[in-house]
């Protein structure tokens, strides 16, 4: 099993959603499907070749993927970590210190207060490539990420 496959048998549902469509925007990025046809048109492979083949460009289309959905969690822990903060400073303003949404308490002395800046530091930190972590810190748009992928990383 792929760990893009093991990954998404562990996700809760709304991530599993998430990390289908960009493998699917992956699929395209990468010319999954046209690889796929012309592969399949090819008389001078043999079956395992064109199995490998295929094999191989269905591991890019994961790695690209996982590359993907890294970054979005770590837009929505950015974001998520701001709102929570632009939130407490509302009702701060408002006299309120301590807002109860469900089990969530939002408050500068909650731990919730920074748990989308930890996520996002602890996500961060994970990333091996400089320049990834470069477009991350710049939040360049999904396809540039995936230009510099076909690049070769």
Known sequence: ???????????????K???SSLRGYSNDQLGFYEFK??????????RK????????????VDHLAL????????LNFTHGDKAIKDAVATFNELGIKKVNVGALELSRDSKYY????????ELFQCIQSRELTGM?????KFYKIADWFQRGQ
């Open 1 to 15: 099993m792929s760990i893009y496959q093991e990954l998404r048998q562990q996700l809760p549902r709304e991530f």
């Open 17 to 19: 959603i998430m990390l």
């Open 37 to 46: 046809t012309q592969l399949n048109e090819r008389r001078d492979l043999t």
């Open 49 to 60: 070749e064109k199995r490998d083949q295929f094999d191989s460009k269905v591991a890019e």
């Open 67 to 74: 590359i993907l959905f890294t970054y979005a969690l770590y």
């Open 114 to 121: 920074d748990m989308g800046k930890n996520l996002a530091t």
């Open 136 to 140: 991350f810190i710049e939040r360049v």
